[in-house]
């Protein structure tokens, strides 16, 4: 089945720098959605890419769709604190949903 | 505007038991879907309905079944509860059908299967 590779993994970044994680697949997806899980609650939708190509930002977030429709990617320009979570790339093709295993964003203040 | 809301919050269940999980979308949402998030194999899709109807389903065996209301609250229940089914059952409820649109999760359901 369809199956997304995210990394990092984890992140351990000083407050100010820029954070860069990607999702890539051998699948190709119609649609790229960015998610971050703060604990203890469900995630929240950062972006949503519909086009392949497509460069979308919100605030400090910036994600683009890969024009291979195979993978997709997530900045972060000048982490702050509150940055620290969990973030999830989901692919859609169809019907189907899959998700990556998340990357952990931790910060240094 | 109050946002999705799950109840119980935890829930403690022996194997072999079965399980029922309760979601209010936001006001004004039809859309609700339904995912399974653990430490091994992440966030996983479940089901999605939309006007009562069952939309989108994904790759669980069918002990794990949903509905929706017609006030749009939807609720899901797991029988024969297995080990592995300990997990963070997620509700995630939209305005518009379709798993890409814009999606508020509520805070989960923590199952615990002992």
């Known amino acids: 089945g369809q199956q997304l590779n995210q990394s990092p993994q984890s992140m351990f970044i000083q407050e100010g720098e820029d954070v860069s994680m990607n999702c890539t697949s051998s699948?190709?997806?119609?649609?790229w959605l960015w998610y971050k899980q703060d604990p203890g609650e469900g995630p929240v939708l950062l972006i949503a890419l519909y086009k392949a190509g497509e460069l979308t930002s919100n605030g400090r977030l910036t994600a683009q769709f890969g024009i291979t429709r195979k993978d997709s990617f997530l900045n972060i320009s000048a982490s702050i604190p509150s940055d620290v979570g969990i973030y999830f790339c989901?692919?859609?093709?169809?019907?189907?949903?899959?998700f990556g295993a998340g990357t952990i964003l931790r910060v240094k203040s | 505007k109050a946002g999705v809301t799950q109840t119980p919050r935890y829930l403690i269940k022996t194997r072999g038991q079965q399980v029922t999980l309760s979601c209010s979308p936001i006001?004004?949402?039809?859309?609700v879907s339904w995912y399974q998030q653990t430490p091994g194999q992440g966030l996983q899709f479940l089901f999605e309905y939309f006007s009562e109807t069952q939309r989108n389903k994904g790759n669980f065996p069918g002990r794990f079944s949903g509905r929706q209301f017609s006030n749009s609250r939807s609720e899901m229940n797991v029988s024969t509860l297995e080990l592995g089914d300990s997990a963070l059952y997620l509700c995630?409820?939209?305005?518009?059908?379709?798993?890409?649109?814009?999606?508020?999760f509520g805070p989960g359901t923590r199952l615990t299967v002992t």
């Open positions: 699948s190709i997806f119609n649609t």
């Open positions: 006001s004004g949402h039809r859309s």
């Open positions: 989901a692919g859609l093709y169809g019907n189907k949903l899959v």
């Open positions: 995630a409820s939209s305005l518009s059908p379709g798993l890409a649109s814009e999606q508020y």
